[in-house]
């Protein structure tokens, strides 16, 4: 990309769309290029859980999926070992994009130590089922 000539200083807009459609615009006059550009990838269309955000994450993350159907569904958060933390969400849900948020906080509304969480999304619908499992940390 050819910078044009100039009296003075160059300034550079970057616009950046995300997983999730988020637009970030910044502009500066000094800038490093650190990778070419590639290609975005695309927002699931099926049923999918993707990766939270922000991770590592203080003191909350969000969690975001979708469900392509009406079905039976849940979603939890586990600890490393194993056992269930705090149910975010479950039940029956028509089909579409969902986004939960995670305060760190058990069922009981206590704090829980930093480590690695384990999220995980169970569903059953007419057409499809599965399980998708992400982890994220939490830093205390």
Do not use: C
Not at 40 to 51: D, E, F, R, S
Not at 56 to 70: A, K, Q, Y
Not at 103 to 130: I, T, W
């Amino acid at each position: 990309w050819p910078v044009p000539q100039a009296n003075g200083q160059v300034y550079l807009e970057v616009q950046v769309l995300d997983f999730f459609g988020n637009l970030t615009t910044g502009t500066t006059n000094t800038f490093t290029i650190l990778s070419t550009l590639t290609d975005v990838p695309q927002k699931p269309t099926g049923l999918g859980l993707a990766a939270p955000a922000p991770n590592p994450f203080n003191p909350s993350t969000t969690l975001r999926f979708n469900l392509p159907e009406p079905g039976q569904m849940a979603l939890a958060v586990f600890d490393a070992r194993g056992h269930r933390v705090r149910t975010l969400m479950q039940g029956h849900r028509q089909g579409g994009d969902f986004a939960v948020q995670w305060d760190g906080r058990d069922d009981r509304g206590r704090m829980q130590s930093g480590g690695v969480y384990l999220f995980v999304l169970d569903f059953q619908g007419a057409g499809q089922s599965g399980r998708f499992t992400r982890k994220a940390v939490l830093i205390p």
